[in-house]
């Protein structure tokens, strides 16, 4: 089985910072790309940032200069990558999922993981 874990969610007050941790472990031969996507209710999930095993980066344009995405590094046998957000606003709020690109090593599949989410409310 493969586990996919969002941590750091939580209230934070405007124009501070959070930092958000996605772990993927379990039934992995390879990990390709992982994101942070964020939804509110009634609206579609939207893409925040990803970050590539060969490391890149990608930002959308509506966090650029706010927020940052780690390289996906493995530590204690789980992929880790990390969202470094500041100067956080009201409209941030959300919540944030983790989508992992990997492949299963029991099945050599390649898929998209899905976490359960950690929700982000920036209000004072």
């Known amino acids: 089985q493969v586990q996919i874990v969002e941590i750091g969610g939580g209230l934070v007050q405007p124009g501070g910072a959070l930092n958000l941790s996605c772990a993927a472990s379990?039934?992995?031969?390879?990990?390709?790309?992982m994101h942070w996507y964020r939804q509110v209710p009634g609206k579609e999930r939207e893409l925040v940032a990803s970050?590539?095993?060969?490391?890149?980066?990608?930002?959308?344009e509506s966090v650029k200069g706010r927020f940052t995405i780690s390289p996906i590094s493995f530590i204690d046998g789980k992929n880790m990558m990390h969202l470094q957000m500041s100067l956080l606003k009201p409209e941030d709020t959300a919540k944030y999922y983790c989508?992992?690109?990997?492949?299963?090593?029991?099945?050599?599949?390649?898929?998209?993981?899905w976490g359960q989410g950690t929700q982000v409310t920036v209000s004072s």
């Open positions: 970050t590539g095993a060969a490391g890149t980066a990608i930002i959308d």
């Open positions: 989508k992992t690109d990997l492949t299963h090593s029991g099945s050599g599949r390649r898929r998209d993981w």
């Open positions: 379990g039934s992995i031969s390879s990990v390709y790309n």
